[in-house]
């Protein structure tokens, strides 16, 4: 069975400074993808990057990257340059054998 | 333009009452989903269809019926409601089935059953 896990139940991090939330997972579907959505104290969730297991590369969008490790199964978010506005809840997610799967999530605290 | 939307927003209703939640997308994907996010904030797929046909019955009880009137509606019916069906429900749309197929989400529904 495919499992994700965050350890992290909340965090805190300076405004400006870059923080990074943890995500392992586990699966044995050979092919499989990694996601990172936020949840903003208003409920929406919002699609912030993804990973493909075939990837080489890590993936980057904006002030966001996945730091992907495969060998040790884990799918880390880096936020650079933390603004107040990312203060929410960030879900760590993987597709595999049909259906997307979510970590309990992690709450970001920025402080000024 | 919304991309995904939902109805009701806001949904409070008696036990054993029947309730229906809407969702529409407006992206042109084939695949619709519904997931149930409870109290302790745990999101976990209820199911999914692709091009109208049910792919994914996560052991949901049949008390909660999705219909797929065509590609870009996912409607799901709830009969005899329960205290335990409080939850917020979301409806997300991806354009493939596959890994590769990003999920995007509706804003949710937040049921009380009273």
């Known amino acids: 069975a495919q499992k994700i896990t965050q350890t992290q139940p909340g965090m805190f991090v300076q405004e400006k400074e870059a923080v990074t939330l943890d995500c392992t997972y586990d699966t044995s579907d050979p092919s499989y993808g990694l996601f990172w959505y936020k949840q903003p104290s208003s409920g929406e969730m919002i699609f912030l990057i993804y990973?493909?297991?075939?990837?080489?590369q890590n993936a980057t969008e904006g002030r966001y990257s996945l730091n992907f490790q495969k060998a040790r199964k884990s799918a880390n978010l880096v936020i650079s340059a933390s603004q107040l506005g990312d203060s929410a809840m960030y879900f760590c997610?993987?597709?595999?054998?049909?259906?997307?799967?979510f970590g309990q999530g992690t709450i970001l605290t920025v402080h000024p | 333009d919304t991309a995904v939307s939902q109805t009701p927003k806001y949904l409070v209703t008696q036990m054993g009452n029947d309730k229906s939640i809407k969702c529409e997308q407006n992206?042109?994907?084939?695949?619709m989903y519904w997931y149930k996010q409870d109290s302790k904030k745990f999101l976990k797929i209820m199911f999914s269809y692709n091009n109208k046909e049910l792919i994914i019955n996560e052991t949901v009880p049949n008390r909660f019926s999705p219909k797929s009137p065509d590609k870009a509606h996912l409607n799901l019916h709830i009969n005899s409601l329960e205290l335990g069906d409080s939850a917020v429900y979301f409806c997300a749309s991806s354009q493939a089935i596959g890994q590769e197929g990003t999920q995007y989400f509706g804003p949710g529904t937040r049921l009380l059953v009273l």
């Open positions: 997610a993987m597709f595999s054998y049909g259906k997307l799967t």
């Open positions: 992206l042109g994907h084939d695949t």
């Open positions: 990973q493909g297991s075939y990837d080489q």
